[in-house]
């Protein structure tokens, strides 16, 4: 059984005329009909441009947004709908490590009481004491247990990222989602925080869910790739089949951007035209049709189906076909 299953994760944001009665519009759908699922130790790469709901479907598999629609099942448990001390329980097992080191921890707390703040929250008296646990936490991510009580504006980028991630292991969760938590670092300390988290996850068994936008550091971390495009599954397979043999037009384009250290001459880089389409209003049939290079009129009219063309790789495109982008 895996540790977390979703299944048609639809999460819809209410938008309203601007009228004298306020009605309301169409919603703005940010996740739509999304599902995965992610085994104890397994991480799983989210990916896609900038607006395609990859922060917002890793925040409501969380919880920490409301789910529309569909069904989130963690450690054989529904936890779509629970609340109250259910969903308190919850946060136990999962955590969240945040894209911004430093809007993410209170300026006003010193580090210790920021990491100390799950054990307060959970009523949890951790043995040898609370500040003993957090120097030991703080020792673990590469910190100076000595720095308990200063501020988050005395560190720098790469130690705040190190607070947030004691911050997430302290209660020893199964699950963290890590929202692009090294695209604000310099590339010298990405590698140091990637290191720490792949350590992490070799001593604790953990299940990440990794959203990032840097392909390279997706391709390095990930055991499976998924694709996201305007809140919509476009491929997942593993981490290998997904870069070496990629079947869907919108993952080839993303695959042809990568740098390679010895490019042959003939590589070809897809290069997509127009923008990206408003999830408010978006494409009929298939939702990438609009910048496809390959869209016929079955792709206007037809919502692909995501179908497993192979163990493990799963399209959702009327046309999948290998390409040789690397």
């Not at 896609?48 to 709901?53: I, L, Q, W």
Request: proline share 8%; hydrophobic share 35%.
């Amino acid at each position: 059984m895996s540790l977390l299953e979703v299944t048609n994760l639809q999460k819809y944001f209410p938008t309203y005329e601007q009228k004298l009665l306020r009605r309301e519009s169409d919603p703005i759908k940010a996740v739509d009909r999304l599902s995965f699922t992610l085994d104890s130790g397994e991480t799983l790469g989210l990916v896609g441009e900038s607006g395609c709901g990859k922060s917002t479907a890793g925040r409501t598999v969380l919880r920490l947004l409301n789910p529309t629609g569909g069904q989130i099942v963690f450690n054989g448990q529904d936890v779509t709908n629970i609340k109250g001390e259910a969903l308190r329980k919850l946060r136990r097992e999962v955590q969240m490590v945040f894209q911004d080191p430093y809007g993410s921890l209170n300026p006003r707390h010193p580090v210790g009481a920021i990491i100390a703040a799950p054990f307060e929250i959970q009523g949890i008296k951790p043995e040898g004491g609370v500040k003993r646990t957090v120097q030991e936490l703080m020792e673990r991510v590469g910190l100076n247990p000595e720095h308990y009580n200063r501020y988050p504006h005395e560190f720098s980028g790469g130690q705040r990222q190190r607070i947030g991630v004691a911050r997430a292991i302290a209660l020893k969760p199964k699950l963290i989602v890590c929202d692009e938590p090294v695209s604000a670092l310099d590339v010298s300390i990405q590698a140091q925080v990637i290191n720490l988290l792949e350590d992490l996850q070799e001593e604790q068994n953990l299940a990440y869910v990794f959203i990032a936008h840097d392909l390279s550091v997706v391709r390095h971390i990930s055991d499976r790739v998924l694709v996201m495009y305007l809140g919509k599954m476009m491929e997942v397979a593993d981490r290998d089949t997904l870069y070496e043999r990629p079947m869907h037009p919108y993952t080839q384009a993303l695959m042809s951007a990568v740098p390679v250290p010895e490019p042959r001459r003939n590589r070809e880089r897809i290069l997509l035209t127009g923008d990206l389409p408003s999830p408010q209003n978006p494409p009929s049939g298939c939702v990438f049709r609009t910048r496809c290079p390959i869209a016929t009129e079955r792709c206007a009219a037809e919502v692909p189906l995501p179908t497993e063309l192979e163990p493990g790789h799963v399209v959702a495109c009327h046309f999948p076909k290998v390409r040789d982008v690397l």
